[in-house]
């Protein structure tokens, strides 16, 4: 099966960029996916690439996909408070039914 | 608000109880999930229902008891859970089973605690 794997946690000061990476193992990975996870909250979708993309943009987050290491990163521009949370990657093959989930990075953003 | 509602949010539960988790989606989807999430640990899939028949079941112990009456409810029965069966409980669904990119929704979790 595949596995995942993210660095655990993640301080940046307020205004700064953040930069989450994660790796996987499965090179048949065909969908990416970052997650969100707030204090007391379940999941919530922030975004996701196609296996067959560079790169994605959408407002503060730039997804990032590097296929020959299997690496893939989500940077978030001016990073605010409201920023603070757990991150999940995870990776779906389309052979699969499901996603497989990393351990999840927490990110404290300080004022 | 994603459309999928887990209840309770919170629960109490002694080793010899029976309880169970309800969660129910107002997307129209056909795919639901049970997934486990417990700290220091990645987000472990327990079950998948695809138009309410159990399509996976991922070694899960026989006290974790699934039911899926219908396409838009499903549940999960607990009995004699053990301590370390304490965690986050998270129903979601998708479409179809996640097959080009079907995205997956999750309600916000049940919190369990077994005393």
């Known amino acids: 099966g595949e596995d995942v794997e993210q660095s655990l946690f993640l301080s940046v000061r307020e205004g700064d960029s953040s930069v989450i990476n994660c790796t996987y193992t499965?090179?048949?990975?065909?969908?990416l996916y970052w997650y969100k996870q707030e204090p007391g909250a379940g999941l919530q979708l922030l975004t996701y690439?196609?296996?067959?993309?560079d790169m994605k943009q959408d407002q503060r987050l730039t997804v990032l996909l590097n296929k020959k290491d299997k690496h893939l990163s989500l940077r978030i521009a001016d990073t605010q408070t409201g920023d603070s949370a757990i991150y999940f990657c995870?990776?779906?093959?389309?052979?699969?039914?499901?996603?497989?989930f990393g351990k999840g990075t927490m990110l404290l953003v300080s004022p | 608000e994603t459309g999928v509602t887990q209840t309770p949010r919170h629960l109490v539960m002694g080793m010899t109880n029976k309880k169970s988790l309800k969660c129910e989606q107002h997307l129209g989807h056909n795919a639901m999930y049970w997934y486990k999430q417990s700290a220091k640990k990645p987000l472990e899939l327990m079950f998948v229902?695809?138009?309410?028949?159990?399509?996976e079941n991922n070694s899960v112990p026989s006290r974790f008891s699934p039911e899926c009456p219908n396409s838009s409810h499903l549940f999960l029965h607990l009995h004699t859970l053990q301590p370390e069966d304490s965690a986050l409980y998270l129903c979601?669904?998708?479409?179809?089973?996640?097959?080009?990119?079907?995205?997956?929704?999750f309600g916000e979790g049940s919190w369990l605690t077994v005393v």
């Open positions: 229902y695809n138009f309410k028949e159990q399509t």
């Open positions: 979601a669904s998708s479409q179809d089973k996640p097959l080009s990119g079907n995205t997956i929704y």
């Open positions: 499965d090179s048949s990975s065909t969908y």
């Open positions: 995870a990776g779906q093959n389309s052979g699969y039914s499901t996603l497989t």
């Open positions: 690439i196609f296996s067959n993309m």
